[in-house]
């Protein structure tokens, strides 16, 4: 270690280490950037989906490594060109010739120098062409040994030990694992769907929902409600139902071939349910521009529900009829 170190603290080698780090500077320049353009993607993280934002994460950490990477090999070629002038330096104190180490790329191959090839070269020879014998590399031969290792793993995981599951048995297990999850859910009435949304008009909830409306939904519908390519959600007129259920359902769904795209993907069920509840605090409001009215008009919560609560093919028959208009 004293070896290593005491080169990097004499003065030549400082101006050495000077000299390496300035011709660097742009490659520290460029790593630099790389760093802050990963810092703003992360300021307009409001409100994008879970996916955004694990492949915004992924690709922070992508930079972050591949920045420490950079850095390491810097130091180590930087450490190996001290290391290197130092036994340089030795050799010719000592008046020996300086035989320069082997460099990874060499160990690596093990080249065989063009000099020496007659070594490799085999006994037969046809038309005047005669073959070379030619080693395998040693990081190929490595790589070859590994898979071997690993299909013996393999065989003796998945199919004698059964250590593992298969990929059918995988699937499976996630299947049940996740049904008792939506049992336990569905049991303690966390989960939200367009069966159990209710209105609820706490401001907070109402103010998320706004958040949501302004986020998403403004371009199509206005910013008060009042519909421009998507219809007026503030009158009593619906194409799809009024009541807070077939609003979340219509939110949650969409009606992908009109041009409403289904939110399911990227709301989460309290997000959606939030949205439906401002918009269905927003009927009775009136807006700056309101759209003609559309659909049918919904007299008042109940009568509407009652159709919900029969079955789901209804609501679906109704939404159907009264689109083709
Ligand atoms: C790309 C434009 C567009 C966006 C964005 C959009 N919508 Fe729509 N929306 C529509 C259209 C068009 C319809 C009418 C579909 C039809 O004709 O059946 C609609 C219908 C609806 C309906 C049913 C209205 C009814 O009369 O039954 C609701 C509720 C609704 N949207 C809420 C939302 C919410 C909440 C958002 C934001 C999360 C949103 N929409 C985003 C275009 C859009």
Not at 97 to 117: A, G, T
Not at 224 to 230: E, F, H, M, R
Not at 305 to 312: F, L, Q
């Amino acid at each position: 270690m004293n070896q290593i170190l005491r080169p990097l603290f004499n003065k030549r080698n400082y101006s050495i280490m000077k000299n390496y780090i300035n011709n660097k500077k742009y490659i520290l320049l460029l790593m630099g950037f790389l760093g802050t353009s990963g810092v703003f993607a992360q300021g307009s993280g409001e409100g994008i989906s879970n996916d955004a934002a694990m492949y915004i994460i992924l690709g922070l950490v992508f930079l972050v490594a591949l920045i420490v990477l950079g850095t390491a090999g810097i130091l180590l070629s930087l450490l190996n060109t001290l290391t290197q002038r130092d036994a340089e330096k030795k050799a010719k104190e000592k008046g020996v010739e300086y035989v320069p180490e082997p460099s990874v790329w060499d160990k690596l191959n093990k080249f065989i120098p063009v000099e020496d090839e007659e070594s490799l070269l085999t006994d037969h020879e046809y038309d005047g062409i005669r073959e070379l014998d030619n080693h395998l590399p040693p990081w190929w031969l490595a790589l070859f040994y590994i898979t071997i290792v690993f299909g013996a793993i393999y065989i003796f995981g998945y199919h004698v030990g059964n250590w593992w599951p298969l990929q059918a048995q995988e699937y499976d297990n996630q299947m049940t694992a996740a049904a008792e999850l939506k049992a336990q859910q569905v049991a303690s009435g966390d989960v939200i769907d367009e069966n159990s949304v209710t209105y609820n008009e706490d401001a907070t909830f109402l103010g998320q929902g706004k958040r949501i409306y302004d986020m998403n939904c403004v371009a199509c519908h206005s910013n008060d409600g009042g519909g421009s390519v998507g219809p007026n959600l503030t009158d009593n007129y619906w194409l799809h139902g009024g009541s807070i259920k077939e609003i979340f359902s219509s939110i949650k769904y969409g009606i992908p071939d009109k041009g409403m795209i289904s939110w399911e993907s990227s709301l989460s069920p309290e997000q959606l349910s939030q949205v439906s509840s401002y918009v269905y605090s927003l009927i009775g409001t009136t807006p700056a521009n309101p759209k003609e009215a559309q659909g049918e008009l919904v007299q008042a919560e109940g009568s509407v529900e009652a159709v919900v609560v029969e079955s789901d093919s209804t609501v679906q028959e109704v939404a159907d009829t009264t689109a083709v208009e």
